[in-house]
């Protein structure tokens, strides 16, 4: 009755050792109402018997609702005046005396405080003195018919006296049980901790040396591919031989990664310049290494077997890239390569491209997109394709611009959506009555702006040449 599961085990044995008290004083005042009804008048057993109920039955209310600290405060107190009342009454003859005794180790059991212990000691022993005394100077005369209770109440006394130092050191070795077994739990616990920390210990350190091999190898990849970048922007012709000839020029290059898919190539022929534009599969390091390889079969395709119209050019390196690549359904490389090719005289412009288109404005501001061949270089899901060269008569003032998909694909961070070569067109028109060194500027910021936070989506190559 009163207990409750978060109490602790001290808490738990006050609250049993109260109920037990109630139970114990209901009974005794119970069979004391029976002798003192049996010799004196019925009415004693009757209201005794009502007043120890109604006492039981509050300290087993105030238990239930919380007071647990009154009720210890209402026990003791009533047991003070019961035992006082009766005493005053009958003196020492029922035997009552030897409860004030037991009352004294009460108490200990149920309070904690010190104070409280030592006022409800010296009350008991003041009451005893008192009542020794009182009896010296007034001695009562008793009916001789209730002495037979005495010793029943010496024997109660003396076993509740028993019952209450048993429950003491019940407590006391149970609560050395508890507290060994909570610090075996904790000795347990700690060593549990202790491997858990040598193991977190190990852990780290495997760790940190998998993070230093890690740093190392990254370091490692990082200045290959920077020697990596450096050896292909070797390769990449100059502005001054990328435009050399023409009227002004723009170069507008960023790699996704540190190296890059995308390459340009020129070189000045005889029959003109020859300017090239390239997306090769992928980016980084593959994009890199089919960069480099397909910039190389260029030269050897102009330089050696003197091929300078765009159309020729597109379909010999389609072949060698087909026969090098050795490309089919069940490739991984299964797309090929977007590319442009231009052959620039003094009046005519010559294009061929796969998959790329070319924008002319000119000098009066008209634009024009010419698409090209609609199909990729080197791949399986084609045969081979006949490259279409469009001729174009030129005239003092035209501009033409060149790019790969990367600058058309690059994704906004506000709508998630694709810049799109029509908007990228319409940009460029905006831009011509600014020389190319000033376009350059502003297509880096209008990139920029469009992509925000979000990732660089491809690689980024453009081209803008003035006749």
Same mark, same amino acid.
């Given at each position: ?9 001290? &808490? ?5 050792? *109260? ?13 004391? *109402? ?31 609702? !919380? ?77 001789? !018919? ?9 024997? @109660? ?6 019952? @209450? ?6 407590? =006391? ?12 739990? /904790?000795? %347990? ?30 370091? =490692? ?6 020697? %990596? *970048?450096?050896?292909?922007? &070797?390769? /990449?012709? =100059? ?19 540190? @190296? ?26 593959? !994009? !890199? ?9 260029? =030269?050897?395709?102009? &330089? ?49 491209? %796969? ?22 270089? %080197? ?47 319409? &940009?460029? @028109? ?14 880096? *910021? ?22």
């Amino acid at each position: 009755m009163g207990i409750h599961p978060e109490d602790g085990f001290h &808490e738990k044995r006050k609250i049993q050792i *109260s109920n037990y008290l109630l139970i114990y004083l209901f009974f005794l005042n119970i069979l004391n *109402s029976f002798a003192y009804g049996f010799y004196h008048y019925q009415e004693i057993l009757l209201w005794d018997s009502i007043s120890s109920v109604v006492f039981c039955l509050v300290g087993f209310s105030l238990h239930s609702i !919380g007071y647990r600290v009154f009720t210890r405060h209402l026990i003791m107190i009533a047991v003070l005046v019961s035992l006082g009342n009766i005493s005053y009454h009958f003196g020492n003859v029922l035997g009552v005396h030897f409860f004030l005794l037991f009352l004294t180790i009460i108490s200990f059991l149920l309070f904690d405080d010190l104070v409280l212990i030592l006022l409800y000691t010296l009350a008991i022993c003041i009451l005893y003195v008192l009542h020794d005394a009182w009896f010296q100077y007034h001695p009562q005369i008793v009916d001789e !018919g209730l002495r037979f209770s005495y010793y029943p109440n010496f024997f @109660v006394a003396f076993f509740m006296l028993i019952f @209450v130092i048993h429950n003491f050191r019940y407590e =006391s070795d149970r609560y050395q049980e508890i507290i060994e077994t909570q610090n075996k739990d /904790l000795s %347990a616990l700690s060593l549990k901790m202790m491997m858990q920390k040598d193991e977190a210990l190990i852990a780290t350190n495997q760790l940190q040396q998998k993070s230093t091999i890690l740093q190392q190898q990254n370091k =490692s990849i990082f200045e290959s591919l920077r020697l %990596a *970048s450096m050896l292909q922007h &070797e390769t /990449l012709p =100059s502005e001054e031989d990328l435009f050399g000839g023409l009227k002004s020029g723009m170069l507008l290059y960023k790699p996704k990664d540190v @190296v890059s898919g995308d390459f340009y190539w020129a070189k000045r022929t005889y029959q003109g310049l020859i300017l090239v534009i390239a997306d090769c599969i992928g980016h980084g390091v593959p !994009g !890199g290494m089919m960069a480099v390889f397909a910039s190389n079969l260029i =030269s050897q395709i102009v &330089e050696e077997q003197g091929k300078s119209f765009p159309s020729d050019i597109l379909e010999e390196l389609d072949r060698r890239l087909r026969r090098r690549l050795k490309q089919d359904q069940n490739s991984e490389l299964g797309d090929g390569m977007d590319i442009a090719v231009c052959l620039i005289t003094d009046t005519t412009l010559s294009f061929a491209s %796969a998959s790329r288109p070319i924008v002319r404005i000119t000098d009066e501001g008209k634009s024009q997109i010419i698409p090209g061949t609609r199909f990729q270089l %080197a791949t399986w899901a084609t045969e081979h394709v006949q490259y279409e060269t469009i001729e174009m008569e030129i005239e003092r003032g035209d501009r033409f611009y060149l790019f790969t998909d990367g600058a058309a694909d690059q994704l906004s961070d506000i709508n998630g959506k694709r810049l799109g070569t029509k908007n990228l067109v319409n &940009e460029i @028109v905006q831009l011509q009555s600014l020389p190319l060194s000033k376009q350059k500027s502003e297509l880096e *910021s209008l990139f920029e702006s469009w992509q925000g936070s979000e990732t660089q989506t491809d690689d980024i190559l453009l081209i803008g040449f003035e006749v």
